[in-house]
């Protein structure tokens, strides 16, 4: 069991470079792009909700990292411009 507290973890998540969040997001995205977008959006938010209740964070701390993260001010951070390329363009396809 680990020893990592959910405010460290915290701490942790706010402090996460750019550069690994966009890794594990091209991570999870080509993990779930094999399936139909219904279901890569459940499986997708089931992991979320998973690991949330896991470790013990509230979901609004994490999208609020997520947001930051995310974003340099009006359009994405050029680490996720690929990501959020391939959901709108790719995923959005398969509605």
């Known amino acids: ?40 959006i459940v499986g997708a938010a089931m992991v979320f909700w998973r690991l949330c209740k896991v470790l013990g964070v509230q979901p609004y701390d994490v999208l609020g990292v997520c947001n930051n993260l995310f974003s340099d001010g009006i359009k994405p951070a050029p680490e996720f411009r690929a990501a959020d390329r391939y959901i709108n363009e790719i995923i959005r396809k398969k509605l």
Not at 13 to 24: D, I, S, T, Y
């Open 1 to 40: 069991m680990s020893t990592l507290t959910p405010e460290l973890l915290r701490d942790r998540m706010n402090n996460v470079p750019r550069k690994l969040a966009a890794g594990a997001t091209s991570g999870v995205l080509n993990g779930l792009q094999q399936w139909p977008a219904h279901v890569q």
